[in-house]
């Protein structure tokens, strides 16, 4: 049997989309591996929304020049946010002229037909060309190789409008599409029916799901339809834009049984000035009077973010508001980023870019202040029975089992014979720290 191997880089969107790629190959005959050693195909899923995974995915093609001139008929390909971008096909024939495969994010379903291209013997690139305004609709019904576990990945909503002035993820993904309600409720049933305890549902910005589909319904309304599918106990969603989480969406997931009290909202920075600049439609106060009403609403829930440090124009007084911010939200963890300028951005052709030295003192800054913080919220967590969902074997510690509460913190705790992978547990907490917590099962 021929086998795949697939390298993916970048968001969960990115590891759903190889999913997809995997039911694709997998339907054609192929067999999953995880040496790319072995591997009759090997496909790099690429993200470009800072420079370094990009620089990776080059490196890490490059290597495989030999392994190609051993063996002609391996197969390389290239999909994904990388792939999509203007004029990086043509980067990649001239700089990878090994690659076979080429393929966008909006061309996934297109496989198939590429893969005879490739097996004739001829290169095949294609990425979407199209209108940005349409870009490629939707294609329901692809095979999903799912990884097996507790949690499934559902997209809702594919591309974003929103044009940060830093992010490239616009142009790679094209405009807001929506799924069809029924569809992604039928989805859902289904991965409750086949042991699924937990779905995350999908989009670069959730809270926009529906405006197109103009039938009245959001994603308040989605969370509302979803909440009682046999099953599945919780329900969690990536990423949602501050600016559009209203109170209706608040209100339901204060009174929802599954989806998970734990809020991600990236706030990026801290200082007016530079989130008019990034375009991204709120101010400080309205951010912190948001975060008091899902606080207010949802008691005990957890908060987290994305921050970016040294976008163009970013002074001391600019970064001491983003310490500011950090310091009285205090958020539960938050993702710290450099700003990496990405081609074709508003951002990228800024006056002012920040000194790398400058960028890299403001994150080691950030990230001491918020690993405390972390710390102190977690701390208060000591002696606290949470619920725990079972993901497995603890990756560091094979003689601890691992999971997640509900507000997405990530507790070990020691094998109990009647606990395994997709058991709801009580678990009591022990030890803390700032990435994992650590307890013992108390109630199974
Ligand atoms: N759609 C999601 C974010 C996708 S990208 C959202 O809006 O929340 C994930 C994170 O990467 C962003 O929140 C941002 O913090 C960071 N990011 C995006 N572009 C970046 C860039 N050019 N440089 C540095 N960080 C960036
Ligand atoms: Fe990028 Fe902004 Fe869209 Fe998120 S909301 S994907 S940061 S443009
Ligand atoms: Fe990267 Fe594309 Fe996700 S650029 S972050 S893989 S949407």
């Given at each position: 049997m021929r086998k795949y191997h697939i390298h993916t880089f970048g968001c969960q969107m990115n590891e759903h989309d190889s999913e997809i790629i995997g039911g694709i190959l997998e339907q054609r005959g192929f067999q999953a591996t995880d040496s790319p050693d072995d591997a009759d195909i090997i496909i790099f899923n690429t993200?470009?929304?800072?420079?370094n995974p990009e620089r990776k995915v080059y490196g890490r093609v490059a290597e495989l020049k030999t392994l190609k001139i051993e063996n002609p008929d391996l197969i390389i390909g290239i999909s994904g946010c990388m792939a999509q971008q203007p004029g990086e096909a043509e980067r990649i024939a001239k700089r990878l002229p090994h690659v076979d495969l080429v393929f966008g994010t909006m061309n996934i379903h297109e496989l198939p037909e590429l893969l005879d291209q490739v097996e004739a013997g001829h290169k095949a690139y294609r990425v979407w060309e199209g209108d940005p305004e349409r870009d490629g609709g939707i294609i329901e019904g692809l095979p999903i190789r799912r990884v097996p576990g507790v949690s499934a990945w559902v997209s809702i909503i594919y591309g974003c409008?929103?044009?940060?002035?830093?992010?490239?993820v616009p142009h790679v993904r094209g405009r807001e599409r929506s799924r069809r309600f029924e569809e992604i409720i039928d989805e859902v049933k289904r991965l409750g029916q086949e042991g699924f305890g937990e779905v995350v549902l999908l989009g670069q910005n959730v809270n926009a799901y529906g405006r197109d589909l103009k039938d009245g319904r959001d994603f308040a309304d989605l969370l509302h339809a979803l909440d009682e599918t046999p099953g599945i106990s919780r329900i969690r969603y990536l990423t949602s834009h501050p600016r559009d989480f209203t109170d209706k969406l608040i209100c339901e997931i204060a009174s929802?049984?599954?989806?998970?009290?734990h809020f991600h909202l990236p706030l990026q920075a801290g200082s007016n000035r530079v989130l008019a600049r990034m375009n991204r439609g709120y101010t400080i106060e309205r951010y912190m009077d948001l975060v008091r009403r899902i606080r207010q609403a949802v008691p005990g829930c957890s908060i987290t973010t994305d921050l970016i440090v040294g976008f163009p124009g970013e002074d001391d007084d600019d970064f001491a508001k983003t310490l500011r911010a950090v310091e009285e939200i205090r958020f539960d963890s938050a993702f710290t980023f450099v700003y990496s300028p990405r081609r074709g951005t508003v951002a990228a052709s800024m006056p002012n870019q920040v000194p790398c030295e400058v960028k890299s003192q403001r994150i080691q800054q950030l990230i001491s202040v918020q690993t405390e913080i972390t710390e102190q919220i977690n701390r208060t967590l000591q002696g606290e029975v949470q619920e725990v969902l079972v993901e497995g074997m603890s990756k560091t510690n094979p003689s601890m089992l691992s999971g997640r509460t509900r507000t997405n913190k990530l507790v070990i705790f020691p094998l109990h014979p009647e606990v395994s992978k997709g058991s709801l547990v009580k678990v009591k907490i022990t030890e803390t720290r700032a990435w994992t917590q650590i307890g013992e099962v108390v109630l199974v």
């Open positions: 993200c470009c929304v800072r420079e409008n929103n044009f940060c002035s830093y992010c490239i929802s049984e599954t989806v998970c009290e």
